[in-house]
Nanobody
Framework: QVQLVESGGGLVQAGGSLRLSCVAS????????MGWYRQAPEKQRELIAV???????NYADSVKGRFTISRDNAKNTMYLQMNSLKPEDTAVYYC?????????????WGQGTQVTVSS
């Protein structure tokens, strides 16, 4: 089994920063593409940042210039540094990782972590 555990969410004032982490555990052989999604109340889940196995990153326009995605392959961990947070960034944030394990290649989701930005 492979599990993804997210952490780092919380309540922050507008203009503040948070750093999210997503750790993969279990029989993980390799992590391929990794991404952060978010889902605000009554909205669809949206992809906001993705990083390839080679470290190339892409961002949604809504977070470009404010959020930075990174990964530490030795720790099976992905990060999302969020700066200049806005109230509209309030959402549950999920990580999604393509994992090579005993079960072959599969995509896994984390449980989600709440980020609330107050104005």
């Amino acid at each position: 089994q492979v599990q993804l555990v997210e952490s780092g969410g919380g309540l922050v004032q507008a203009g503040g920063s948070l750093r999210l982490s997503c750790v993969a555990s279990g029989r993980v052989f390799r992590l391929n593409a990794m991404g952060w999604y978010r889902q605000a109340p009554e909205k669809q889940r949206e992809l906001i940042a993705v990083i390839t196995g080679g470290g190339s990153a892409n961002y949604a326009d809504s977070v470009k210039g404010r959020f930075t995605i990174s990964r530490d392959n030795a720790k099976n961990t992905m990060y999302l540094q969020m700066n200049s947070l806005k109230p509209e960034d309030t959402a549950v944030y999920y990580c999604n990782v393509r994992v090579l394990s005993d079960y072959g290649f599969n995509n896994y989701w984390g449980q989600g972590t709440q980020v609330t930005v107050s104005s």
